[in-house]
């Protein structure tokens, strides 16, 4: 789903498509603007709190009436290691990241009656377009920190994404599952 685009619409076809069930909601968005706080500006905190954060609360709203109805759902929220660790530069995404964390809490215990669990995953460096931007001598930082030595693979936390969307999850809600190879 683009963000960008209005969210309405997008849904209404969204649930056409899926004849009006939605069973599972993965909210992977995610974009940065990195720069020292003190020379951030007003927009660059926007348009990622909007994205991350906003955008989430936005589709799960939308999708949390169709799940109650059904009584039944599975929300998995990504969120960062920048979430629970913060990173220079990174005042923005690591609000959002930590952001979505209470999100999950709060949804869970909300709408746990109703047999819809909320939990999150927060990665850590893993081998994506957004870390093969990163410059040498800072992976090599990086690398240094993780107990593992190297950085995960995407599979790692679509793992842990299938796994909290499946029936073997069923008993677990409000939490925050780390796939970050040790590094904290």
Request: avoid cysteine.
């Given at each position: ?25 993965i909210n992977n ?13 007003q927009e660059d ?132 599952i780390h796939v ?5």
């Open positions: 789903l683009d963000l960008s685009s209005d969210i309405e619409e997008s849904f209404k076809e969204i649930t056409q498509w899926s004849n009006g069930k939605i069973d599972i909601l968005a995610g974009i940065t603007k990195d720069t020292l706080f003190i020379r951030m500006k905190w926007d348009s990622v709190i909007n994205t991350n954060l906003t955008g989430t609360f936005r589709i799960t709203q939308a999708v949390v009436k169709l799940m109650i109805k059904q009584r039944f759902g599975r929300i998995i929220n990504i969120s960062s290691i920048i979430g629970f660790t913060g990173n220079v530069g990174q005042a923005n995404y690591a609000a959002t990241k930590a952001g979505l964390i209470g999100f999950t809490k709060s949804l869970a215990k909300e709408l746990a009656s109703r047999n819809i669990t909320v939990n999150a995953v927060a990665p850590g460096f893993i081998e994506t377009d957004m870390t093969a931007q990163l410059p040498a001598d800072i992976v090599e930082n990086y690398l240094k920190q993780i107990p593992l030595g190297r950085f995960g693979k995407p599979e790692d936390v679509a793992n842990v994404v299938l796994f909290l969307a499946s029936d073997m999850a069923s008993y677990i809600t409000g939490e925050t970050n190879g040790g590094m904290f």
